[in-house]
């Protein structure tokens, strides 16, 4: 895993742990941020996951992020 792909790792896992937990993505979000944290822990013991796996971490990510957004009335 690479500083930049790190670097998005832990600022998605900040942003999945904000939603709010009354959203409909809250719990996927909280399933997602764990096996984030997991791919980060095992990074920093030397253990980092294939590329496939941090890709699809972060297109997961992004995909509960952008549909939470969704969910925030206009004008917030």
């Known amino acids: ?5 790190l670097d998005l ?4 896992a900040e942003r999945l ?3 709010n937990v009354d959203s409909k993505w809250a ?3 909280s399933g997602t941020r764990g096996s984030v ?3 980060i822990s095992l990074s920093d013991d030397g253990m980092p996951q294939s590329p496939e796996i941090l ?4 297109k997961k ?4 992020l952008t549909q ?3 969910e925030i009335p206009e004008g917030k």
């Open 9 to 12: 790792l832990k600022m998605l």
């Open 61 to 64: 990510s992004l995909i509960i």
């Open 37 to 39: 944290i997991k791919a």
């Open 55 to 58: 890709e699809n971490l972060i």
């Open 27 to 29: 719990r996927r979000a």
């Open 1 to 5: 895993m690479d500083d930049e792909q």
């Open 17 to 19: 742990e904000r939603l």
């Open 68 to 70: 939470a957004a969704r």
